[in-house]
Nanobody, 126 residues
């Protein structure tokens, strides 16, 4: 089981930026993906972005392309840099890991991820 801890959430005005961090324990394989998901009140959880640990391929939801960037940092950390934030980005953000068999087609499917962090709240409001 991979342990995950998110941080970096908070309150930001529309148009602002935040950087989320996900620190994780050791992977037993390099075939893992690490994904960011979010869940807004009254809505289903949705995939935001994902990165493959082995080769660093990245994937983004259409709603965040060009505004969010996922990166593998030094050590056991993946970040999500968020710019031009909108009120509709307000949600609890979770990081998760799993071995996603078909990364191109299934990176956003939360059923592919086994271990989850506790979440961090992001609120975009004036």
């Amino acid at each position: 089981q991979v342990q995950l801890v998110e941080s970096g959430g908070g309150l930001v005005q529309p148009g602002g930026s935040l950087r989320l961090s996900c620190r994780f324990s050791e992977f037993t394989s390099d075939h893992y993906s690490l994904g960011w998901f979010r869940q807004a009140p009254g809505k289903e959880r949705e995939g935001v972005s994902s990165i493959t640990i082995r080769d660093g391929r990245t994937f983004y939801a259409d709603a965040v392309k060009g505004r969010f960037t996922i990166s593998r940092e030094n050590g056991n950390e993946v970040s999500l840099q968020m710019h031009s934030l909108k009120p509709e980005d307000t949600a609890v953000y979770y990081c998760a890991t799993g071995i996603v068999v078909n990364e191109e087609e299934e990176w956003y499917d939360d059923d592919e991820y086994d271990d989850w962090g506790q979440g961090t709240q992001v609120t975009v409001s004036s």
